[in-house]
Nanobody
C-alpha cells in the first residue's frame, strides 16, 4: 500500500507565499517523477509543476518565476514553494507521484488534495 500525505495550503492575500509538501509512504522501491496539479471549480485539473527523480523541474507557464518545485529523495517528499500568489492560483492542489513498488510495475498515485485560496 502506498499513500501520499499532503500538508500546507490555506488562505493568503495576493502577493503572499505558501508552501506545500507531500510525503509518500508505504512499500516503495523507487519514485520516478513527482508533481503538483491543481483544479479550480469548473475547470480541468492542470499540471502546475513536475520534477524528475534527478531533480529536473518543469513548470506551467503562468507560474514560472513564482513557484519552485523541489524534492527530497531520502524522505520521499516533494515540495512546492509558491511566491507572488495571485487570485487565479486559487484551487485544490494535488500531489502526484509515479511509484514503483517491490514486485509491482510503476503506477501513479495521488494525494488527497489541499485547498489554496488567494484573496485579492
Amino acid at each position: 500500500q502506498v499513500q501520499l500525505a499532503e500538508s500546507g495550503g490555506g488562505l493568503v492575500q495576493a502577493g503572499g507565499s505558501l508552501s506545500l509538501s507531500c510525503a509518500a509512504s508505504g512499500s516503495i522501491f523507487r519514485i520516478n517523477a513527482m508533481g503538483w496539479y491543481r483544479q479550480a471549480p469548473g475547470k480541468q485539473r492542470e499540471l502546475v509543476a513536475s520534477i524528475t527523480s534527478a531533480g529536473s523541474p518543469n513548470y506551467l507557464d503562468s507560474v514560472k518565476g513564482r513557484f519552485t518545485i523541489s524534492r527530497d529523495n531520502a524522505k520521499n517528499t516533494v515540495y512546492l514553494q509558491m511566491n507572488g500568489l495571485k487570485p487565479e492560483d486559487s484551487a485544490v492542489y494535488y500531489c502526484n507521484a509515479a511509484i514503483v513498488r517491490y514486485s509491482v510495475s510503476e503506477r501513479t498515485y495521488w494525494g488527497q488534495g489541499t485547498q489554496v485560496t488567494v484573496s485579492s
